[in-house]
Nanobody, 115 residues
Framework: QVQLVESGGGLVQAGGSLRLSCAAS????????MGWYRQAPGKQRELVAIITNDGSTNYADSVKGRFTISRDNAKNNVYLQMNSLKPEDTAVYYC?????????WGQGTQVTVSS
C-alpha cells in the first residue's frame, strides 16, 4: 500500500525558511522521480519541483533560486528546502511521484507565509 506522509509546514514571516519532508512507503522509491506540489486556496494543484532518481532537479519559475529539492534514497525521503518565502507561497504542499499515474495523495502540509 502506497503511503506518502508530508511534514514540516507551518506559519512563517515573509523572508523566512521552512524545510518540508516527505516519507514514502509502498513504492520502489529509488526508481521514481519525485516531485513536490502545492495547492493554494481556490487554485489548481501545481508542480513546484522535481528530482529524478539520479538527482537531477527542475523547478517552477516561481520558486527557482529559492527552493531546493533533495532526496535520501536510503530513507525513502524527499525534502524541500524553502528560503526567502513569499506570501504567494502559501499553500498546502504535497509530495508524489513525478510520473503518471500519480500515487494516492497524502494529506499534505500547510505552509502559511505572512507579510
Amino acid at each position: 500500500q502506497v503511503q506518502l506522509v508530508e511534514s514540516g509546514g507551518g506559519l512563517v514571516q515573509a523572508g523566512g525558511s521552512l524545510r518540508l519532508s516527505c516519507a514514502a512507503s509502498g513504492i520502489i522509491f529509488t526508481i521514481n522521480a519525485m516531485g513536490w506540489y502545492r495547492q493554494a486556496p481556490g487554485k489548481q494543484r501545481e508542480l513546484v519541483a522535481i528530482i529524478t532518481n539520479d538527482g537531477s532537479t527542475n523547478y517552477a519559475d516561481s520558486v527557482k533560486g529559492r527552493f531546493t529539492i533533495s532526496r535520501d534514497n536510503a530513507k525513502n525521503n524527499v525534502y524541500l528546502q524553502m528560503n526567502s518565502l513569499k506570501p504567494e507561497d502559501t499553500a498546502v504542499y504535497y509530495c508524489n511521484v513525478a510520473t503518471f499515474p500519480r500515487k494516492p495523495w497524502g494529506q499534505g502540509t500547510q505552509v502559511t507565509v505572512s507579510s
